[in-house]
């Protein structure tokens, strides 16, 4: 009886373990493939100054002169969203983060499909925070056609952002259900390899209609802006969701059976 005990507490401890691993994607950009093996490259084609000149890799446009995304300065309205989505699933705290050097608007997110349509600036349905300076940092919600704004201002004064910095953008988002998500995020200045200066923003919010029903595909974003010249580089791009949906779900299911099996052994 001890040890059968002693072996279903280890089997539940393995799955609450397992429910605290995370799910995490990590691409730093070392070779072309990792641009084209994990996103798909997105872009608006209606509206004036867009065309279609594609994000590509660079060996050079990276952190510390590595390799790294790189957007043309006569590119707009594009994203790269990630190919393989993460599963919806209320509890679960989602996390997309990158390092990007700007001379426009740039931004991170999460939408739940990798098929852009043409709408312009953001695809439905999707959250994304976004900076050009220090005068416009916004979280948006987009969704079902409606667009809603949160434009923070935690940090005061907000340090100024010399075009062409590198800057480090994170976003989380921690599911409720029925469409509702906690939002955390922050934006920090940092040196050409990454090392943090300053933070410009962080704050938190919530979000109570999304559109979101089943995936999340973490992005990132690009627009040209019309009044300024110079290339946009992105590097070290994560993404993460804790606990895995599956294993949480694996793990409550191995307790309550778990817990059943004592129970039987248990009865005189």
Not at 26 to 31: E, K, L, R, V, Y
Request: glycine residues 10%; aromatic residues 10%; negative net charge.
């Amino acid at each position: 009886m001890a040890d059968l005990r002693k072996i279903i507490a280890s089997q539940i401890l393995g799955g609450l373990l397992a429910a605290h691993a995370s799910a995490a994607v990590q691409i730093g950009f070392d070779t072309a493939a990792d641009l084209t093996d994990n996103f798909t490259v997105s872009f608006v084609t209606t509206g004036s100054g867009n065309n279609l000149t594609p994000v590509t890799y660079s060996t050079t446009a990276g952190l510390g002169g590595g390799g790294g995304m790189l957007v043309l300065e006569d590119s707009r309205d594009q994203y790269a969203i990630l190919n393989d989505p993460f599963t919806l699933a209320a509890g679960v705290e989602y996390k997309v983060g990158a390092l990007i050097r700007s001379y426009h608007y740039v931004g991170i997110g999460f939408t739940d499909d990798n098929s852009y349509a043409s709408i312009d600036f953001q695809p439905t349905n999707s959250i994304m925070l976004s900076t050009g300076d220090s005068q416009s940092m916004n979280v948006s919600n987009y969704y079902n056609g409606n667009q809603e704004w949160n434009s923070p201002n935690s940090i005061d004064p907000v340090p100024p952002i010399p075009v062409g910095s590198w800057m480090a953008l994170n976003l989380s988002m921690t599911y409720n259900g029925a469409g509702s998500f906690d939002l955390a995020y922050s934006i920090d200045l940092t040196d050409a390899d990454g090392n943090v200066l300053d933070r410009a923003l962080d704050g938190a919010y919530s979000v109570t209609n999304t559109g979101f029903t089943g995936n999340l595909h973490p992005f990132i974003f690009f627009q040209k802006d019309m009044g300024r010249a110079g290339e946009i580089a992105a590097d070290n791009f994560t993404a993460s969701a804790v606990p895995e949906p599956s294993s949480a779900m694996a793990a409550i299911v191995g307790l309550a059976l778990g817990l059943t099996a004592i129970r039987r052994r248990q009865r005189p």
